[in-house]
T-cell receptor, first 111, second 111 residues
Framework: EDQVTQSPEALRLQEGESSSLNCSYTVSGLRGLFWYRQDPGKGPEFLFTLYSAGEEKEKERLKATLTKKESFLHITAPKPEDSATYLCAVLLNTGFQKLVFGTGTRLLVSP | DAGITQSPRYKITETGRQVTLMCHQTWSHSYMFWYRQDLGHGLRLIYYSAAADITDKGEVPDGYVVSRSKTENFPLTLESATRSQTSVYFC??????????FGNGTRLTVT
């Protein structure tokens, strides 16, 4: 069964305290991996796409990396506005656009 | 503005009533999706559509009906609402092998 697991479920950081969120996956075939940010009462907002092991993408204080079994979202010197739920989703290597989502990591950054 | 619009944003209905959630996208993406998001389950796919007049079931399709007569619209109908269908519903669209873009959701309460 295709499965995506995110850890930790929740993370509390002080402003400026860097950390990493993990997304591990066991899937039949990976075509790509997406990271999203979701704020309360809003839909998920796309952040990054990673297609192959070793790939890295950066945007402001966020950097996403991919290995054959997991992806990390590194947050450097976070600010309170980075507080949100971060979701990862694996695009399976099937005939249609099938994604398997993790249940997310709730990040709270305190000033 | 380009994007995905969902309506209504909030809906309260009674058990047994029919309710339709609307979704409109302005990108002309070929794929459209309906997900529900519940605590502890993350995002679960209800139905998807690869093109106009082509729809297929996702992970949790029971009790739902979709149609797609035009590329830009993808309404979701609950034929006879049940309390277990109380949830937040997200519509999304994408091109093949590309990230999904989500609307801001409809919060549905079935009493």
């Amino acid at each position: 069964e295709d499965q995506v697991t995110q850890s930790p479920e929740a993370l509390r950081l002080q402003e400026g305290e860097s950390s990493s969120l993990n997304c591990s996956y066991t899937v039949s075939g990976l075509r790509g991996l997406f990271w999203y940010r979701q704020d309360p009462g809003k839909g998920p907002e796309f952040l990054f796409t990673l297609y192959s092991a070793g790939e890295e993408k950066e945007k402001e204080r966020l950097k996403a990396t991919l290995t054959k079994k997991e992806s990390f979202l590194h947050i450097t010197a976070p600010k309170p506005e980075d507080s949100a739920t971060y979701l990862c989703a694996v695009l399976l290597n099937t005939g249609f656009q099938k994604l398997v989502f993790g249940t997310g990591t709730r990040l709270l950054v305190s000033p | 503005d380009a994007g995905i619009t969902q309506s209504p944003r909030y809906k309260i209905t009674e058990t047994g009533r029919q309710v339709t959630l609307m979704c409109h996208q302005t990108w002309s993406h070929s794929y459209m999706f309906w997900y529900r998001q519940d605590l502890g389950h993350g995002l679960r796919l209800i139905y998807y559509s690869a093109a106009a007049d082509i729809t297929d079931k996702g992970e949790v399709p029971d009790g739902y009906v979709v149609s797609r007569s035009k590329t830009e619209n993808f309404p979701l109908t609950l034929e006879s609402a049940t309390r277990s269908q109380t949830s937040v519903y997200f519509c999304a669209s994408s091109e093949p092998n590309s990230p999904l873009h989500f609307g801001n959701g409809t919060r549905l309460t079935v009493t």
